[in-house]
């Protein structure tokens, strides 16, 4: 009896020592995977300056959302400029204006076209991507093809503001030799103010002969996401900051975010492209 005992842990041992043995050999045949880090690129100063701002306007929330539609009452020079509804996806790639004067602009991702042809006009190009480009600039500074240098700060109506100049690379838009020097409240790091040119239709010599600047006031909040409610106007320039009286102004008022439906886009065959 003790013999059989004996030779059973014998057996035993010599099982156990055999399935280290290729457990042993498993895991060394098995490849190491190595896991890949992400190298997270370092923000300058100036594109720190940049996230900061779309941090506090809730760009992410903002982005979750398909489409956002907002009524717009601009006024220049003393006139009427545009009184139109809005509703544009939140990535800016489609967008539709809705004016009261029955003249509807429709941007499919592809091309501008303008419905009815009779209503044709100039400007009506720089009318959609303009006026657009305003109300989602805080949501679009980091979008592909920006480039942020120069972080300083600058004075507006007495109160000193973070500030950095925004640039773009080739073939970004419809002007991409457009820049932008930006004002952001140094509490809040809300958009305060963009200093810009226009450069549609001219060269950029030209157009920073007259810089302007828009400034954004009175902020509110919709689905957690801040929107100024009134924006201003003012000529501007890089030693005196914003000067003189407003030379425009606009109000947003019935924002909402919304689905479109299938179609909401496409412009009617009635309609014309514009190209310029």
Request: net charge negative.
């Amino acid at each position: 009896m003790k013999k059989y005992i004996l030779l059973l842990c014998t057996a035993f041992v010599l099982f156990s020592c055999q399935e280290e043995k290729k457990a042993e050999k498993e895991t060394k045949d098995e490849p190491i995977i190595e896991k890949e880090v992400e190298q997270k690129k370092e923000l300058t100063p100036a594109e720190q300056f940049a996230a900061n701002i779309q941090s506090a306007h809730q760009t992410s929330d903002f982005k979750s959302q398909e489409a956002v539609q907002f009524q717009l009452d601009l006024m220049f020079g003393g006139k009427q400029r545009m009184k139109a509804k809005i509703t544009m996806l939140t990535n800016s790639s489609k967008i539709k204006i809705e004016k009261e004067d029955g003249t509807v602009l429709m941007y499919d991702n592809e091309k501008v076209s303008l419905f009815p042809e009779e209503n044709n006009y100039d400007g009506a190009r720089f009318d959609m991507f303009t006026w657009t480009y305003f109300f989602a600039l805080p949501f679009k500074l980091t979008d592909p093809g920006t480039n942020w240098q120069d972080l300083n700060e600058g004075n507006l109506n007495e109160t000193t503001y973070d500030t950095a100049k925004l640039t773009f690379g080739d073939n970004i838009g419809d002007a991409p030799d457009d820049w932008y020097v930006i004002y952001s409240d140094k509490q809040t790091k809300l958009m305060k103010a963009a200093a810009y040119i226009v450069t549609f239709g001219k060269d950029t010599a030209t157009a920073e002969e007259n810089p302007h600047a828009i400034v954004y006031d009175n902020y509110f909040s919709v689905s957690n996401v801040a929107f100024a409610k009134d924006w201003s106007f003012y000529n501007w320039s890089e030693e005196e900051g914003i000067y003189g009286e407003p030379i425009g102004s606009a109000k947003i008022s019935n924002l909402k975010f919304l689905e479109t439906e299938d179609g909401f886009f496409k412009a009617p065959q009635e309609s014309v492209e514009i190209k310029k």
